[in-house]
């Protein structure tokens, strides 16, 4: 069974300066997706980005960036210039294509903070 | 645009109560999601539907049951409220669950629970 860990429960950044926040996951697959979600304190569940594990490439989205690594089975978030409403928990989530029923496997979740 | 809407927002019950979620999007997705999120422990699939019709348990199923006769709505029932099963449930659906488009997984806001 695929599991996903985010070992850093919190982390905190300065206004404008850049974090990233670890994923590991365990799998056996060799195709499948990966997803960073944010949580803000509204609760909603917004995607930030999305991986899909055949592109080499590093998925970006303006100022949020992942390093995939897929030997070590590492999937990271960088945020740059971090803004005051980057302040939420990001959850790290895998879905498999091998059953066809886009089940999410999430990680613990990051509460990251940005201070002033 | 509504999205995902779950009802209601916030309920508190008593031990051995029973009642129902519901979940409704708007946009014509055949796969919907029943996950509940504790603190430290993620988001954790409790059921899950393929298409109007069919569910299937997911990865915490005891204590629920699910329904999905139209394929807008997708029902969480709670049949003996435990206080175990005080959580936040989130309603999720997707248009797929292969490979087309890449298709992520949408949202509803929530619904706070509290078995006392």
């Known amino acids: 069974a695929q599991t996903v860990t985010q070992s850093q429960p919190e982390m905190s950044v300065q206004e404008a300066e850049t974090v990233t926040l670890s994923c590991t996951y365990d799998t056996s697959e060799s195709d499948y997706y990966l997803f960073w979600y944010k949580q803000p304190p509204s609760r909603q569940m917004i995607l930030v980005i999305r991986q899909e594990a055949y592109k080499q490439q590093n998925a970006t989205e303006n100022r949020f960036s992942v390093n995939f690594q897929k030997a070590a089975k590492s999937f990271s978030l960088k945020i740059s210039d971090s803004q005051l409403g980057d302040a939420a928990m990001y959850f790290c989530?895998?879905?498999?294509?091998?059953?066809?029923?886009?089940?999410?496997?999430f990680g613990q979740g990051t509460t990251l903070q940005v201070k002033p | 645009n509504a999205g995902v809407t779950q009802t209601p927002k916030f309920r508190v019950l008593k031990t051995g109560q029973s009642m129902t979620l519901l979940c409704a999007q708007d946009?014509?997705?055949?796969?919907m999601y029943w996950y509940r999120q504790d603190p430290g422990m993620g988001l954790r699939l409790i059921h899950y539907?393929?298409?109007?019709?069919?569910?299937a348990k997911g990865e915490v199923p005891d204590g629920y049951n699910v329904s999905r006769l139209k394929k807008q709505n997708f029902l969480l029932g709670l049949e003996s409220a435990a206080p175990s099963q005080t959580s936040v449930y989130f309603c999720?659906?997707?248009?797929?669950?292969?490979?087309?488009?890449?298709?992520?997984?949408?949202f509803g806001d929530g619904t706070r629970l509290s078995i006392l």
């Open positions: 946009m014509n997705h055949e796969y």
């Open positions: 539907s393929v298409g109007e019709g069919t569910t």
């Open positions: 999720a659906s997707s248009y797929t669950g292969g490979r087309v488009g890449n298709q992520p997984q949408h």
């Open positions: 989530a895998y879905r498999t294509l091998s059953s066809n029923t886009g089940k999410l496997i």
